[in-house]
Nanobody, 124 residues
Framework: QVQLVESGAGLVQSGGSLRLSCAAS????????MGWFRQAPGKEREFVAG????????YYADSVKGRFTISRDDAKNTVYLQMNSLKPEDTAVYHC?????????????????WGQGTQVTVSS
């Protein structure tokens, strides 16, 4: 079992930045691909960013490409999401997820473990 806990929630003005963290416990994440997803009220959970095992490959949703950066520190068993140039439409609960295996994944059902999420609110 892998337990994931997100942190870094906040209220920020449009154009601002936030850094989310996802701390894992139970197992080392070095064997897992990791992802960030978000869910706004009344909407389905959507893929934001993914990073492969070892960090060699990253992938982003078109809506965040060039603004968000996913990274991982396996020594700290932690994954990060640096979010810059935030927009009101980025407002959502952000979840991290872990998938055992290589590559990266953008489908919700592909992931094995999920965190409870952390709220990001961007005001205009």
């Amino acid at each position: 079992q892998v337990q994931l806990v997100e942190s870094g929630a906040g209220l920020v003005q449009s154009g601002g930045s936030l850094r989310l963290s996802c701390a894992a416990s139970g197992r080392t994440i070095s064997s897992y691909a990791m992802g960030w997803f978000r869910q706004a009220p009344g909407k389905e959970r959507e893929f934001v960013a993914g990073i492969s095992r070892g960090g060699g490959s990253t992938y982003y949703a078109d809506s965040v490409k060039g603004r968000f950066t996913i990274s991982r520190d396996d020594a700290k068993n932690t994954v990060y999401l640096q979010m810059n140039s935030l927009k009101p439409e980025d407002t959502a609960v952000y979840h991290c997820a872990a998938k055992y295996g290589t590559g990266w994944y953008e489908v919700v059902t592909q992931y094995d473990y999920w965190g409870q999420g952390t709220q990001v609110t961007v005001s205009s």
